[in-house]
C-alpha cells in the first residue's frame, strides 16, 4: 500500500521522448488546440460546482431575511458565531485534503464526494435545529475543495492561461451571489409552510439536493492529472507533460519529484508561502462583506424579494470585470497590477456608504465593492506561478493560502454588527484597513520577485558555461 511518503506517490511523469519527433509545427499546434478545447469543455463544469459550493455556504444569508434566526431563537452575536463556526471547520481540513488529493492522484472521485457530503449536510440542516454543529461540519466537508479545483487547473495549464482559468472557476462565486439570490427569491416567497415547512428551509432541502445529484454527473466528466486521465490520447498525454516543462523551464524527468511529505516539509519552511498567506488573510477579512451582502443590499429599505433581486446586478458586473482583468493579466504576464486595480476598486466603493446614505449612491457602491474579487483569481494565479515547478509543494502552498485566508473569514464575521448598521461606518473603515495592509505586502513581494528576476538575468548573461544554470529562461510573472 502506498505511504505518503513512499517515491511512487510522486506525480508521475513520461518522458517527451515518447511524442513523434517529426511532427510538423502546425500540426503540434493543431493537437494544442484540439486538447485545450477538450480541457476547458470538461474543466467548465468546475464553474457549476463552484456556483453550488457557494450557494450551499451562503445560503444562511438568504434564510436570515426570512425567519432563520427568529425560528431557531438567535440573538447577538450568535448569527455572526454561525457563520464563523464553519471556517473552524474548513481551516481544519484543508491542507490534509490537497496532500491527500495530491497523492491519491483521483480528483475526478475525491471532488465531487467532498460535494456529496457537503450536500448532505446542506439537506440536513433544514431538518437540524443545531446549527453551529451543523455549520462545522459542513466547513470540514467543503475544505478540500477549492484548493482542490485550483491545484487540478494547475496540473494542465501554462502559467499564462491560469488566471482567466482560475477567473472561470471563481467565476462560480459570482453565479452563486447573483443567480443564488435569485433562486432564494423565488424559494422564500413561493415555499412558505410546503408540507408544513418554513421557506428557508425549503433553501437547504433543495439546494443540497441538486448539490449531490450534479455531484454524481461531475464524476464522470472531471479529468484526474495528465499521466493518469483516460479520456485523452497518447499523443495528447505526451503534449499535456511537454507544455508545463517547458513552461517551466525544466526537463520533464525533474517535474514533480518531490513527496507529498517532502512538498509539505518545502512549503512550510518557505517564507514566501506564509507571506502570500498572511497578506490572504487580510485579504479575505476585507472581502468579509460577501456574507452580508444581502444585509447591505436591505439597508436600501425595499422588501425581501427586492432586494435579492437587487443583489445579482453587481456580481454579473464583477463577473465581467474579472474575466477581462484576468485576461488583461495573462496576456500581459503581470500580476500585482491587476490586483492593486481590483482593490482600488474596493475601496472607493467603501468611502462612498461612508460619506452618504442615498440610495442611489449606495447602491453604485454595492457595484464597486463587487469588483474586489476580481483580484482573487490572479493572486491565485500568482501563486501558481511562483511554485510551479513544484506540483506537491504548489499542492500545500495553496491549501495553506486559503486556510490562512480563512482565519480573515473567521474575523471578519464578527465586523458586521447590527447596531453598526444601517451606516455600518466602523464596518466598512475596517475593510478599507486591511485592504490597504494586503495591498502593501503583495506590494513588498512584488518588489522582491522583480529583484530575482534581475539576478537571474545576470547571471544568465554573466555565465561562461551554460551547463552551470540549473535553467534558462524561467522568470517570475510579477
Known amino acids: 500500500m502506498l505511504t505518503l511518503s513512499d517515491p511512487t506517490a510522486v506525480d508521475t511523469i513520461d518522458t517527451i521522448s515518447d511524442s513523434p519527433k517529426s511532427v510538423p509545427c502546425h500540426a503540434h499546434d493543431d493537437t494544442e488546440r484540439r486538447l485545450l478545447r477538450k480541457l476547458?469543455?470538461?474543466?467548465?463544469?468546475?464553474?457549476?460546482?463552484?456556483?453550488?459550493?457557494?450557494?450551499?455556504?451562503?445560503?444562511?444569508?438568504?434564510?436570515?431575511?426570512?425567519?432563520?434566526?427568529?425560528?431557531?431563537?438567535?440573538?447577538?452575536?450568535?448569527?455572526?458565531?454561525?457563520?464563523?463556526?464553519?471556517?473552524?471547520?474548513?481551516?481544519?481540513?484543508?491542507?490534509?485534503?490537497?496532500?491527500?488529493?495530491?497523492?491519491?492522484?483521483?480528483?475526478?472521485?475525491?471532488?465531487?464526494c467532498c460535494m456529496i457530503a457537503w450536500g448532505t449536510i446542506s439537506v440536513l440542516t433544514g431538518f437540524y435545529t443545531g446549527i453551529v454543529i451543523a455549520r462545522f461540519f459542513l466547513g470540514f466537508a467543503e475544505a478540500p475543495f477549492f484548493p482542490g479545483i485550483i491545484f487540478l487547473v494547475s496540473k494542465w495549464y501554462k502559467r499564462d492561461e491560469l488566471a482567466l482559468r482560475i477567473a472561470l472557476v471563481s467565476c462560480g462565486s459570482f453565479l452563486s451571489s447573483a443567480f443564488g439570490s435569485l433562486l432564494a427569491s423565488a424559494i422564500l416567497h413561493g415555499m412558505q409552510d410546503k408540507l408544513g415547512q418554513a421557506a428557508w428551509r425549503w433553501?437547504?432541502?433543495?439546494?443540497?439536493?441538486?448539490?449531490?445529484?450534479?455531484?454524481?454527473?461531475?464524476?464522470?466528466?472531471?479529468?484526474?492529472?495528465?499521466?493518469?486521465?483516460?479520456?485523452?490520447?497518447?499523443?495528447?498525454?505526451?503534449l499535456a507533460i511537454s507544455r508545463l516543462t517547458e513552461d517551466c523551464c525544466g526537463r520533464a524527468d525533474e517535474l514533480g519529484k518531490q513527496t507529498?511529505?517532502?512538498?509539505?516539509?518545502?512549503?512550510?519552511?518557505?517564507?514566501?508561502?506564509?507571506?502570500?498567506?498572511?497578506?490572504?488573510?487580510?485579504?479575505?477579512?476585507?472581502?468579509?462583506?460577501?456574507?452580508?451582502?444581502?444585509?447591505?443590499?436591505a439597508t436600501l429599505g425595499y422588501d425581501t424579494t427586492v432586494t435579492l433581486l437587487l443583489c445579482a446586478p453587481p456580481w454579473v458586473l464583477s463577473g465581467i470585470v474579472t474575466f477581462t482583468l484576468t485576461w488583461y493579466s495573462d496576456k500581459n504576464r503581470t500580476r500585482y497590477k491587476c490586483f492593486v486595480f481590483a482593490n482600488a476598486l474596493g475601496v472607493l466603493a467603501f468611502i462612498i456608504p461612508i460619506s452618504t446614505m442615498n440610495k442611489a449612491a449606495r447602491y453604485i457602491?454595492?457595484?464597486?465593492?463587487?469588483?474586489?474579487?476580481?483580484?482573487?483569481?490572479?493572486?491565485?494565479?500568482?501563486?501558481?506561478?511562483?511554485?510551479?515547478?513544484?506540483?506537491?509543494?504548489?499542492?500545500?502552498?495553496?491549501?495553506?493560502?486559503?486556510?490562512?485566508?480563512?482565519?480573515?473569514?473567521?474575523?471578519?464575521?464578527?465586523?458586521?454588527?447590527?447596531?453598526?448598521?444601517?451606516?455600518?461606518?466602523?464596518?466598512?473603515?475596517?475593510?478599507?484597513?486591511v485592504l490597504g495592509v494586503s495591498t502593501g505586502m503583495l506590494g513588498g513581494m512584488y518588489l522582491y520577485l522583480k529583484h530575482l528576476n534581475k539576478q537571474i538575468e545576470r547571471n544568465e548573461r554573466d555565465v561562461k558555461d551554460v551547463n552551470e544554470l540549473r535553467e534558462i529562461g524561467f522568470k517570475y510573472m510579477v
Open 40 to 112: 476547458d469543455l470538461r474543466m467548465s463544469i468546475l464553474l457549476i460546482l463552484h456556483t453550488l459550493n457557494l450557494m450551499d455556504r451562503s445560503n444562511i444569508s438568504n434564510a436570515r431575511l426570512q425567519g432563520f434566526e427568529r425560528d431557531l431563537h438567535l440573538h447577538g452575536q450568535q448569527y455572526a458565531t454561525t457563520l464563523s463556526i464553519l471556517y473552524v471547520g474548513y481551516i481544519v481540513m484543508q491542507v490534509p485534503g490537497n496532500m491527500f488529493l495530491h497523492w491519491s492522484e483521483r480528483p475526478s472521485v475525491v471532488i465531487p
Open 203 to 238: 433553501l437547504f432541502f433543495i439546494e443540497g439536493g441538486v448539490t449531490i445529484l450534479v455531484a454524481i454527473c461531475a464524476m464522470f466528466i472531471l479529468p484526474d492529472f495528465p499521466h493518469n486521465t483516460k479520456w485523452i490520447t497518447p499523443e495528447e498525454r505526451a
Open 260 to 297: 507529498t511529505m517532502q512538498g509539505l516539509r518545502d512549503a512550510m519552511s518557505d517564507w514566501k508561502v506564509w507571506w502570500f498567506a498572511l497578506a490572504g488573510m487580510f485579504q479575505v477579512g476585507g472581502q468579509s462583506f460577501f456574507a452580508y451582502f444581502p444585509t447591505l443590499c
Open 365 to 433: 457602491s454595492l457595484f464597486l465593492m463587487a469588483q474586489i474579487t476580481a483580484g482573487s483569481p490572479v493572486v491565485f494565479a500568482w501563486t501558481n506561478d511562483i511554485f510551479a515547478r513544484e506540483p506537491a509543494k504548489r499542492a500545500v502552498a495553496i491549501a495553506v493560502m486559503n486556510t490562512t485566508g480563512q482565519i480573515g473569514n473567521v474575523i471578519g464575521s464578527y465586523a458586521w454588527p447590527s447596531n453598526w448598521g444601517p451606516t455600518y461606518r466602523y464596518s466598512y473603515i475596517i475593510c478599507i484597513a
